[in-house]
């Protein structure tokens, strides 16, 4: 299975990748949970990144890509959910010369809920699971339910950020469906419904 599931921020594409990943057993990539581990790392790479991710801007696209591809290698060759990449036409390409992707699955969440669902999102900063203040509460406050690490705030999950972050996707991002649509790997779900149903959707159209 070599999934891609592409989506504007706040579509549920982590959530979605993460259920996915509980029934199939398949691997799940975040590139910007890897990007994020980079800057906490504090790696050359992390320092240069940080800048672009503060600003909810793509960042360099070949050095990004190729890290992408090499954790792919690393760590999930034969089958993969991919979340947050490719962002752009040229990282589908890339990615398009290497592996063979089965599905682009496109969580469509129209652009006024997406405010609110990012800036009340709590990440989970050992294990990157994701809540919500108030669609997803964790048992207890400030504390993940699926492995008791503090949820904290994304320093990109900002109302100023946000913006930016749907004008780069409407921008940069969109292209690649119709890169999907045009080989006819692209499926499309309603994402404004709750998380278990967007998810029943995905399962149906897979199967
Ligand atoms: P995400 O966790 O997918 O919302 O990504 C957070 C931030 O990481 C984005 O706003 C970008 O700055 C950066 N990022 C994540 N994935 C990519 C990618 N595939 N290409 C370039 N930048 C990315």
């Given at each position: 299975?070599?999934?891609?599931?592409?989506?504007?921020?706040g579509s549920g594409k982590g959530t979605q990748a993460a259920l996915l990943n509980k029934k199939f057993g398949v691997p799940h990539l975040s590139s910007g949970d890897i990007l994020r581990g980079e800057v906490a790392a504090g790696t050359e790479f992390g320092k240069k990144i940080k800048q672009f991710m503060d600003r909810g801007e793509i960042g360099p696209a070949e050095l990004i890509t190729e890290m992408v591809l090499a954790h792919i290698d690393e760590h999930c060759s034969d089958g993969f959910i991919l979340d947050g990449f490719p962002r752009t036409e040229y990282q589908a390409v890339k990615l398009g010369e290497r592996h063979t992707v089965n599905a682009a699955v496109?969580?469509?969440?129209?652009?006024?809920?997406?405010?609110?669902?990012?800036?009340?999102?709590?990440?989970?900063?050992?294990?990157?699971?994701?809540?919500?203040?108030?669609?997803?509460?964790p048992e207890k406050d400030g504390v993940c339910d699926r492995c008791g690490g503090?949820?904290?705030?994304?320093?990109?999950?900002?109302?100023?950020?946000?913006?930016?972050?749907i004008r780069v996707y409407t921008e940069e991002t969109m292209p690649v469906l119709d890169y999907y649509r045009k080989s006819g790997l692209l499926r499309q779900v309603d994402g404004a419904r709750s998380g278990e149903t967007v998810f029943r959707d995905i399962i149906s159209i897979l199967s």
């Open positions: 299975m070599k999934i891609v599931l592409i989506g504007p921020p496109f969580i469509n969440v129209p652009g006024e809920e997406i405010s609110a669902r990012i800036t009340g999102r709590r990440t989970c900063r050992s294990c990157n699971a994701i809540f919500h203040v108030k669609n997803s509460l503090e949820l904290y705030q994304r320093q990109d999950d900002n109302e100023t950020t946000v913006a930016n972050r």
